[in-house]
């Protein structure tokens, strides 16, 4: 408000259609809540019920079971095995904690996929480096990369962790969306979750919200 209206925009959908950045395919997976999981977004929901409750700390909460929820795992490895193994070629995973990548580095392996590796801190800063130059296929990281990374030959994203924010989401998918001069012809392709509407709380609906924002931005071509 200080510093006025916008005069200028440049967003995502300009990009693709001016070609800076290349189209992409959108994948959405639903899944559903297991029990227990529908049971502790429901007790979390009622400590928040009061008046004066934070709910900007209850939908975070809410947002944590739904990063690890079990049967994420359980669509993906089915889409996998579908003859979607590309999905793990060139391809960077994002997940929520270190504990539950091991779960997804699981179905990888179920899946003889073997030339991965992770990138959960400073540590494994090697592994980015070997992702750039083509030495592995796949890295299995978290959120507090999604900034910085610039591998051209990056094609696939899969993101079981997804923020509410759009420019997260953005961010995650624009480091599959860079042009590659020795791939005029690379379209990328964005793999999602989103839970089925269990009517348990409001997270069902930002999901479906960002699945049609995603949806939408897909449909996004190139101008000729």
């Known amino acids: 408000n200080e510093i006025?209206?916008?005069i200028f925009q440049f967003d995502i959908n300009t990009a693709i259609e001016r070609g800076i950045l290349v189209e992409f395919d959108y994948k959405p997976l639903t899944f559903k809540l297991?029990?227990?999981e529908t049971t502790e977004i429901a007790i979390i929901i009622r400590k928040f019920s009061h008046e004066n409750a934070d709910k900007e700390m209850m939908a975070l909460l809410v947002s944590n079971v739904k990063k690890t929820a079990t049967n994420k795992l359980v669509v993906f490895?089915?889409?996998?095995?579908?003859?979607n193994f590309f999905l793990l070629k060139k391809?960077?995973?994002?997940?929520?904690?270190m504990e539950y990548g091991h779960k997804v580095t699981k179905i990888m392996n179920e899946a003889r996929m073997t030339s991965y590796n992770t990138f959960y801190s400073e540590d494994n800063e090697e592994n980015l480096k070997k992702l750039a130059n083509g030495e592995i296929d796949c890295l299995v990281t978290c959120h507090k990369v999604s900034q910085g990374i610039d591998i051209k030959s990056l094609e696939n994203v899969i993101i079981f962790s997804s923020n509410v924010h759009q420019l997260e989401?953005?961010?995650r998918l624009g480091?599959?969306?860079r042009t590659e001069k020795s791939n005029p012809n690379k379209k990328a392709f964005l793999l999602d979750f989103c839970a089925y509407d269990n009517k348990v709380d409001e997270e069902s609906n930002r999901d479906t919200q960002r699945k049609d924002w995603l949806s939408k931005l897909a449909s996004t071509k190139k101008l000729e």
């Open 4 to 6: 006025g209206p916008i």
């Open 34 to 36: 297991t029990e227990e």
């Open 77 to 83: 490895k089915e889409f996998i095995l579908q003859n």
């Open 91 to 97: 391809s960077i995973i994002f997940v929520h904690t």
């Open 169 to 171: 989401t953005i961010q």
């Open 175 to 177: 480091r599959a969306l």
